[in-house]
């Protein structure tokens, strides 16, 4: 199976923060990786798919790039709504495995 | 507007069985992948089982291979997990999602909307 880690698993950040989550596969995954949202209480959301396309209705702030092994989820600049857990997923072969999340809180 | 209703889940003993279902509406049901996923209490986000658009492909974690099965029902738009040899960690909510895909290669897929969960307790 194809290990997903996540970096940093939490972190404090304020509005108006550029920020930058790193996603490691433990094998190539080619381009195929989602980012998703979950906020306290909700269901995730689609953020990022294919690595760096900006799933509809999801704000341009939001940006993904890497390849193969090295993946990064962007936030130009953050907004109290941004708040969130953030996981990857590989969807390159079954099972499809998520990232352990990353938590961004308000500092 | 697209929407996925989870149902059966519940309190079970270890080793016990249970079948999730997971009615989609407003959309072609027929044509999307779709996932279960679930999210043990505090934990992070665990795939678990995937199939294709005819039911003719799937896919499970590890740690449910040989317990669990998912299946399909394009006629009544009802996707299905059946729960046998429940062990205390699979306690946790379980979602189904809907997953766009590229019939060029359906590597190229994401989950784009998602149930409300049903919520599964393993426990004596």
């Known amino acids: 199976d194809i290990q997903m880690t996540q970096s940093p698993s939490s972190l404090s950040a304020s509005v108006g923060d550029r920020l930058t989550i790193t996603c490691r596969a433990s094998?190539?995954?080619?381009?195929?990786l989602n980012w998703y949202q979950q906020k306290p209480g909700k269901v995730p959301n689609l953020l990022i798919h294919?690595?760096?396309s900006v799933q509809s209705g999801v704000p341009s702030r939001f940006s993904g790039s890497g390849s193969g092994t090295d993946f990064t989820l962007t936030i130009s600049s953050l907004q109290p709504e941004d708040f969130a857990t953030y996981y990857c997923?590989?969807?390159?072969?079954?099972?499809?495995?998520f990232g352990q999340g990353t938590k961004l809180e308000i500092k | 507007e697209v929407q996925l209703v989870e149902s059966g889940g519940g309190l079970v003993q270890p080793g016990g069985s249970l079948r999730l279902s997971c009615v989609g509406s407003?959309?072609?049901?027929?044509?999307?992948?779709m996932y279960w996923v679930r999210q043990g209490p505090g934990k992070g986000l665990v795939w678990v089982s995937g199939?294709?658009?005819?039911?003719?492909?799937?896919g499970y974690a590890d740690s449910v291979k040989g317990r669990f099965t998912i299946s399909r029902d394009n006629a009544k738009n009802t996707l299905y997990l059946q729960m046998n040899s429940l062990r205390a960690e699979d306690t946790a909510v379980y979602y189904c999602?809907?997953?766009?895909?590229?019939?060029?290669?359906?590597?190229?897929?994401?989950?784009?909307?998602w149930g409300q969960g049903t919520p599964v307790t393993v426990s004596s």
């Open positions: 094998q190539n995954i080619n381009y195929y």
């Open positions: 997923q590989q969807t390159y072969s079954t099972p499809y495995t």
């Open positions: 999602a809907r997953v766009v895909y590229s019939v060029v290669n359906s590597q190229w897929q994401r989950a784009d909307y």
């Open positions: 199939i294709n658009s005819d039911g003719s492909t799937t």
């Open positions: 294919s690595t760096s």
């Open positions: 407003a959309f072609t049901f027929s044509h999307f992948w």
